[in-house]
């Protein structure tokens, strides 16, 4: 609450939507390729009869995904997601973190000539620093994706009780209380990832002395910072997300990857 009353107060409530255009325009893309790689793994990995077990009270030879199969399957549409966001990611944090009131004071007018100086500065590979503090990031879509996939059972548990929910209910409920799994285990490398982010044009900042950098200064709690608002936007934005995205697979008749 302080931080945010010191950025109104020194910059204007206008200040807390900085660095909104590259995820509000590309983030659409980055959850496609987070999403759709997901079901596709699940099928793969099903049809490979890795991590797969029989389906409880069914006659039939039907199989489905482990619970760890589903972590595994988010494990790997999480990194593959990562080659999109991180540059996504990098735009989103340079323009966050430019304090200077006048935006004529500011390094960068917006995303477009962000991406320019980073290229120019670093060449085309520069917009994706910190390439591997993303991959640790989102390799965290494995306990996403794993708690959800626990949690739909544990709701599936209670058919014929007076606690029963749809399918739908079910799906908004473990998606966001899922989401608190993986914040708890992503943030982290997120605070690491920003910091590789963030750094000057002209620095050559790495993963491993921005660990050593947050432990020596703050301790094993300064890999923690910002747990408390990530905890708080996760759950309405994952519930309504993975609502959204096992309704539509239902809609459209996909392939089933869980029964």
Not at 163 to 180: I, Q, R
Not at 219 to 237: D, E, N
Request: some cysteine; aromatic content about 10%.
């Amino acid at each position: 609450m302080d931080c945010c009353l010191q950025i109104i107060r020194k910059e204007g409530p206008l200040a807390l939507y900085k660095g909104v255009t590259p995820p509000a325009v590309a983030w659409a893309a980055v959850d496609s390729v987070l999403l759709g790689s997901l079901h596709n793994y699940r099928l793969r990995i099903k049809d490979s009869s890795l991590f797969t077990e029989p389906v409880p009270r069914r006659e039939s030879s039907e199989r489905r995904l482990t619970v760890l199969g589903h972590g595994v399957a988010g494990l790997a549409a999480g990194l593959t997601s990562a080659f999109l966001a991180t540059p996504v990611e990098l735009l989103k944090v340079k323009l966050q973190v430019q304090y200077q009131a006048r935006k004529s004071d500011r390094q960068f007018s917006g995303p477009i000539d962000c991406m320019k100086q980073v290229i120019r500065a670093q060449g085309i590979r520069g917009l994706w620093r910190g390439f591997a503090g993303s991959l640790a990031f989102r390799a965290n879509f494995f306990w996403l994706f794993i708690s959800i996939e626990a949690l739909m059972r544990g709701s599936a548990r209670l058919e014929g009780t007076r606690f029963e929910m749809s399918e739908g209910t079910a799906n908004f409920l473990s998606g966001g209380l899922g989401s608190f799994a993986f914040w708890i285990m992503a943030i982290p490398a997120d605070n690491v990832k920003n910091r590789v982010f963030a750094a000057p044009l002209a620095s050559n900042t790495t993963v491993r002395e921005v660990v050593r950098d947050i432990y020596s200064t703050a301790g094993i709690t300064g890999f923690f910072r910002g747990l408390a608002p990530s905890m708080l936007r996760a759950f309405p934005v994952n519930a309504s997300a993975y609502f959204v995205y096992e309704g539509l697979l239902r809609t459209l008749g996909a392939e089933k990857t869980r029964t």
